[in-house]
């Protein structure tokens, strides 16, 4: 069955070919009237065949004929709506479309409703032929309808979601202050990489180390004491290099400024965090050596850690080791600190922290620099930021793209809410068939676009106004020029402690929604593939993905246990020596990359040229030589199967442009709408309609929809069945042919088999234009008596017998015994043609045969 997110691959009816023609039909040149109840008792194997009698069979079926014809597959439909609560309305309708598609001698196999002579039932037949004679089922239209109506929705979507795209777009810009942020950061990181050295030489005054050079507690004594602290705490003004100016003591007013341009908030905080003492793993050997154990509390620290992870994971503060740094004490307590071992062996992790404010950008920076002592002895180092646009809405073009993105989430919501309780109508109020009817990929889509969409309204509410109250809590600051100067009184450096913990708070909440801001715009895509639907040309990714995607299920099996098998050998290979193959993720990470292109071949030879050489080799030629080409072949092959499909469809524009027609003529009143139509007919048979087999004519459907003109209902009639031909006509294999060959000697040679109880003998006579079949037989205890029983070959050189009838009578039986058998359909029904060819390619020619020519056709033929 077609998925119900892909749009139907209907051709322009200019571009339509009729199938092409088996054996039977390009024998058959006129209809054959044939009598099919004798031919029925003498495939059975019956030993009584009805009496000679002269029967007339008529060549096709009328309308009336097809609707009673179609009573049995009522009584189908019927059944199946009984279990619609333990299957959903696609797969109802599914299972009835293959139950309906069944090979049945007499009916047209791809018009099933369409009665023909046994033999006949591939001939091509024509839309407007099929139309006029013999009507449109229900369903057929039904289903067409249906159809369109997802085309003309899907296209309305289109605009829908590409302007659900332009405001999202337009709102992230409007808020988007990366790049003053990055400004401001990436300003602050180069004066402490750059600036806070340490290891002064003389003469020339130059520090040669920095951060990074900081690998042990008197390292760290000596960045903070030569470095750090003079840098930010700068109280003279400097001068360049070997200058012997100078230029005196900076003004206060100068001394609050880090930077020029970044005002300092209060003084600089210095805490620690301290290890989890615990017992050591060999205790024996710490007993023995006196060792005190102790782990890393929440941050691994056995390899280096990403800034989101430092950044993020709590520090766990030991108050009674935090100091305050400010511009007259920084000296002395940094000194005592070091005399009294502040920095020891139970230190995890140190956090130097500072407050700046960018008045040119508005932006408010909490600055972190992270010292974090693994339990190996190794001292990671890191920088990270904590940054604030005081005032998000002081342009109104801000508020403006707020506002009309969530007016268009809200009309989303609106649409959706109509959708639900149109399908609750349908479905009675029916929970369990409402879940089974409504509940899809896409409409999932649309639901978690609203969800995220409003959570992100409450995020953002949330961190705005965590943003206010550190507004609010700076400007309650004391003057650090007063503080300076003595004259303020409230400077007691714990004050800062709460807009410290505030900004911590407030910068962990914004780097934690950023991640849900950052997921929306996948959900944008979905909704882009959704609205791709409309339009075949535009689906072909999608379709090529869901085409591909039991290929790609199975390749990437194969492809997963080959790769991982490398993963685990690079580990084992390289995970000593390279911290990128250390751990399993980092070494898939890393093999990933290295099926990219992007890989340190010198760093992985340094160990061992051969075992790098080998493994290098072995890896780019089965992954990157084999299985990834081999990927792209498969989804190459489906796109290129695909994009056949889909080259000759209607292009969007003339989709736009059928929808855009069709309103406008439903606007006018000259058409009537396919929504209304739908509704009539749920109103009139409800859901049942779906499946209903009912034959419809022009009249009964005029006549079900008031106001509905002669062309609209033949044109819709018309296509309905053209639809239901593109989706359900199937061609005649080769293979199937010759798989089938060998059954059908086998069926033949039964058939013949079976006559020698009950020869049959048949005279054509042709009488007032219409064919006249006699038969008669010979009883069963006559012909034994008679002689022993023949061979097939010998019995079909008997005169009065011919190949046409061999053939007929094992059609017949082949769909008696093998008819009902899902396991052998294809090769039946190809077997059902072979044998239809031959019986028409042997059979008589009643004219010829009428007038007494000699040598006509099927008459005097031998096995």
């Known amino acids: 069955g077609r998925p119900a997110f892909f749009p139907r691959r209907r051709l322009p009816r200019s571009q339509r070919q009729p199938p092409l023609r088996g054996a039977a039909q390009m024998a058959a040149v006129d209809p054959v009237k044939e009598n099919g109840s004798a031919m029925d008792g003498l495939a059975n194997g019956s030993s009584e065949l009805p009496p000679a009698a002269d029967v007339v069979l008529p060549a096709g079926g009328s309308a009336s004929e097809d609707v009673e014809a179609t009573k049995p597959k009522l009584d189908v439909a019927s059944s199946m709506m009984v279990n619609a609560d333990s299957a959903t309305h696609d797969e109802i309708e599914i299972q009835f479309t293959k139950e309906l598609l069944k090979r049945q001698p007499g009916k047209h196999r791809t018009f099933y409703w369409v009665k023909t002579q046994e033999g006949r039932e591939e001939d091509t037949m024509d839309v407007e032929t099929v139309v006029a004679n013999h009507g449109v089922p229900e369903h057929v239209v039904i289903r067409y309808i249906k159809d369109e109506l997802d085309e003309e929705t899907a296209v309305k979507s289109l605009p829908f979601a590409l302007v659900l795209v332009v405001l999202y777009a337009l709102m992230c810009l409007a808020h988007d202050t990366q790049a003053s942020v990055r400004s401001v950061e990436e300003a602050i990181n180069y004066d402490i990489a750059e600036n806070a050295n340490f290891a002064y030489s003389s003469p020339g005054n130059m520090g040669f180390k920095n951060m990074d050079d900081v690998n042990s507690y008197a390292d760290f004594w000596s960045w903070m004491n030569k470095g750090m602290l003079p840098l930010y705490f700068q109280n003279d003004r400097w001068v360049s290099e070997d200058s012997s100016l100078n230029l005196g003591p900076l003004p206060l007013e100068e001394q609050v400024f880090y930077l020029y341009h970044n005002r300092k908030l209060g003084p600089m905080r210095l805490m620690q965090e301290t290890a989890l003492t615990v017992d050591c793993q060999n205790l024996d ?467 013949a088999k079976r006559m020698r109880d009950g020869l049959m003998v048949a005279n054509v006579s042709m009488a007032e234009g219409e064919m006249t079949v006699r038969t008669s037989t010979v009883p069963t205890d006559d012909m034994a008596a008679m002689a022993p029983p023949l061979s097939p070959q010998e019995l079909a050189q008997l005169p009065d017998l011919t190949l046409e009838e061999i053939f007929k009578a094992a059609e017949l039986r082949l769909q008696k015994e093998h008819g009902n058998a899902p396991a052998e359909a294809s090769q039946v029904a190809a077997l059902a043609r072979v044998l239809a060819s031959l019986r028409l390619l042997s059979q008589s020619d009643p004219l010829a045969s009428a007038a007494g020519a000699p040598g006509v056709r099927g008459h005097g033929v031998t096995v």
């Open 285 to 751: 050997m710490s007993k023995a050596f006196e060792l005190e154990c102790s782990k890393d509390t929440q941050l691994d620290l056995t390899l280096d850690p990403t800034d989101f992870d430092v950044a993020q994971i709590n520090f766990v503060e030991a108050t009674s080791l935090t100091h305050w740094l400010n511009s007259s004490n920084h000296f002395e307590t940094t000194k005592n600190l070091e005399i009294n071992n502040w920095l020891n062996p139970q230190t995890y992790r140190i956090q130097v922290s500072f407050v700046t404010y960018n008045g040119n950008k508005d932006l408010l920076t909490m600055t972190n620099i992270h010292f974090m002592f693994a339990r190996s002895g190794h001292i990671w180092k890191m920088r990270t930021h904590r940054t604030f646009n005081l005032r998000p809405y002081e342009d109104w073009t801000v508020i403006l793209w707020d506002v009309l993105f969530y007016l268009h989430i809200t009309s989303i919501f609106a649409i959706e809410m109509v959708e639900v309780v149109k399908e609750l109508r349908n479905n009675r109020c029916s929970l369990m068939g409402f879940f089974k009817s409504y509940l899809n990929f896409w409409n999932a889509v649309d639901w978690v676009s609203i969800v995220v969409a409003y959570a992100m309204f409450i995020v953002w509410w949330v961190r705005y106004s965590k943003i206010k109250v550190l507004e609010e809590s700076v400007l309650s600051l004391p003057d650090d020029i007063q503080c300076m100067q003595g004259i303020a009184t409230n400077c007691d450096e714990q004050i800062y402690s709460q807009l410290y913990s505030d900004l911590e708070v407030a910068g962990h909440w914004i780097k934690e929604s950023n991640l849900l801001g950052a997921f929306y715009p996948v959900i944008i895509m979905l909704r882009l593939f959704k609205a791709f639907q409309a339009q075949p040309r535009l689906a072909t990714v999608a379709m090529t993905l869901y085409n591909s995607a039991g290929d790609l299920a199975h390749f990437g099996m194969v492809f997963l246990a080959a790769f991982f098998s490398f993963v685990f050998t690079s580990i084992a290979l390289f995970g000593r020596e390279l911290t990128e193959f250390a751990q399993f993720d980092r070494a898939t990470m890393s093999l990933f990359r290295l099926l990219m292109g992007d890989f340190d071949y010198e760093a992985m030879q340094a160990n061992d040229r051969a075992i790098a050489f080998c493994f290098m080799v072995t890896f780019q030629v089965t992954m990157f030589l084999i299985m990834l080409n081999m990927l792209v072949a498969i989804v190459m092959d489906v796109y290129a199967e695909t994009k056949h499909q889909l080259q000759s469809g209607e292009t969007l524009w003339e989709e736009v442009w059928q929808t855009m027609t069709r309103g406008w003529q439903n606007w006018k009143g000259t058409r009537v709408s396919f929504n209304k139509i739908m509704d009539i007919f749920l109103k009139e048979h409800g859901v049942q309609c779906r499946i209903s087999t009912k034959v419809m004519d022009l009249e009964f459907f005029k006549g079900m929809v008031p106001n509905l003109e002669d062309e609209q209902a033949l044109s819709i009639l018309r296509d309905a069945a053209d639809d239901w031909y593109n989706k359900h006509h199937q061609t005649v294999t080769m293979a199937e042919v010759l798989s089938s060959a060998s059954v059908a000697s086998s069926c033949a040679r039964l058939a």
